[in-house]
Structure formats: C-alpha cells, structure tokens
C-alpha cells in the first residue's frame, strides 16, 4: 500500500497521457468533425493550461484526495471506517460516491455565478476534442480537491479505492471529449451506463439549453435521476463554446488565466 501511496502521482501522470495518446490516436483513424489543420491557437491554449495544472492543481485532486483518505484512517474517522464494510463494498463506494460528487460539483459550476466564471474556461473552446481534458482552469481542479476531500474524509474511503476512481476518471476524460464516436449500436448501449462523447457534446454546445445537460462525469445515472439527461438529436451541435466568445484572439492562453476574474478587473 505504501508503494501504492509514494508511485500515485507517477502512476496518474502515466494514465493520463496513455489515455490521451490512445484517443488522439482514435481521432486521427476515425475523426467525426474535420477541421482545418491549423489550430495552434486553441493548442497553445490548452496545452498551456496543461504545463500550468500539472505543476500546481490538476496533480492536486489525487494528491489530496489520497491525503484525505490516509488521514481518515489514520484518525479511523469516517463511515466506512466505523461499520468495518467489506472491501468490494469501499470499492464500489469509492467509484461511485465521487463520481456523484463530480457530478454536484460541475453542476454547480453551471448554476453559481463565480464558479461558472472559472468552468467558462473549459467551455469557451469553439472545438470539441481530446485536448479538451486539458483545459481546466487551475482553480477547477482546486474546487474538485476539496469536495473530494470533503466526501473522502465523511466516507473514510481507502486510498485504494480512491486511487481507482482517480484512474477511471482520467481514463474517462479523453474518451468523454473525443472527436471520434463509437459504433451506433454501441454508443447506444454504452449511454446506457456512460457519458459518451456524443452525449458529452451536447454538454458543450454553444446553445445554453443544451449545455445545461448532461453534467456527468463518468456515469450518465445522475443526469437521468435528475432529469438533466439529453439524449443527442445528432453526432454533433452547430457550434461548440461560448456564445459571448467566438473570437479566438480572445482565447488565448492569458485570456483564459484572467477570464474568471474579467469582470473584476476595470
Ligand atoms: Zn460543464
């Protein structure tokens, strides 16, 4: 377990770019929307983001959330911790607890005014592909540690347990935002279980009604309890991003970083 805890952040960066790599590549045989080649502009941006995150938030959300969960049973506080569940049962809990919390957390970046100024960014790409899963805010991922940290601690969940959600969330993100789409027939029966690409693509249309569905983050159940599930009228909306913000000279890497804080500023 100790290995486990000290390669965490090893293992996750390692995750995290098989998965991108394995999507770009899916993209690349089988791309659903062409565009033109040159997009160095929207690369920048979100690789930029990138380099940004990994040296401070994104690698945050597993770090604290393992932190939490060591702490939980170091203090032997937390439910899971108090009634001795069985292993499969924190297992399942884990998976399926903090995909919920995703889901309330990204919710809410919908609904709350400041936090939509920091979730802006991650919609204000006019595109929809892999690279999309890099583009976060660092503040995002900030609110996603604590909330995660906050359910981690509540729950006790055990940092293997927390370690897998972490691993199939990362998995999950290239898959969500890839400009590919599975066969019909298993979109279909995927979307049964998971946010698929082209349910996640209705999510980041440019049209505010449709963006204001589908907030899951790995499974689709959330969306279809809370009646915010929309099923896709076709592969892809008419426009991707914001619709206040269709200039890319106004989406660059800087105007991302202060785009939360614009209205602030005089
Ligand atoms: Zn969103």
Known sequence: ??????????????????????????????????????????????????????????????????????????????????????????????????????????????????????????????????SLGFRFHPVEPALMAAANAAVVMVLGLPLEAVFLSGVITTLHNFFGHANASPADNVERGLRTWLITPDLHRVHHSAHIADSMSNFGIVFSWWDRLAGTYRAPAAKAPSDFGLDDVRDPRRLSLVSLLIMPFRRLLP
Do not use: C
């Open 1 to 130: 377990m100790e290995g486990l805890a000290r390669h965490e952040s090893l293992i996750q960066t390692l995750a995290l770019l098989l998965a991108y790599l394995a999507v770009v590549l899916w993209e690349r045989l089988r791309p659903l929307l062409s565009y033109d080649a040159d997009d160095r502009w929207r690369m920048t941006s979100n690789f930029g983001l990138l380099v940004i995150n990994h040296a401070a938030p994104l690698f945050v959300v597993p770090v604290v959330t393992a932190f939490s969960s060591w702490a939980a049973s170091m203090m032997n506080v937390g439910w899971l911790n108090a009634v001795h569940a069985p292993r499969w049962m924190m297992f399942a809990m884990a998976v399926v607890a903090l995909d919920l919390t995703g889901w309330v957390v990204h919710r809410a970046m919908h609904k709350v005014g400041p936090l939509w100024q920091v979730h802006r960014v991650h919609h204000s790409d006019l595109r929809f592909d892999s």
